[in-house]
């Protein structure tokens, strides 16, 4: 997959990490936190249909560019609006700390 250029990156996403926090029966109770907005550009990789919760829902994969970032990680997720993308997967395609690769699912 090939850097993208800057001007390609239009679409704005706010750049979220979860937070787990105990509930009063101590399970963990996880919600997200804003770390900064990030402009990427999303490219649709795959898409599939799958049961969850005996339901058909719609799971779309993306590749989401970005600027080099150090502190993303596959706990977090991408979200505009009601919109959410989660982190699969993050890595620096040719290891010059220019651009980030990562690799979200959507489910729809």
Known sequence: ??????????LRMSLEAPVDTPDDSGAMTRGYVGRGDIWVKLTPLSAEARFIEERQELAIHWIAQARWRADVTSEMRLVDGARSLRITSASDP??????????????A
């Open 1 to 10: 997959m090939n850097a993208p250029k800057i001007g390609e990156m239009r």
């Open 94 to 107: 040719d290891g010059r700390r220019r651009f980030l690769f990562c690799h979200c699912e959507e489910i």
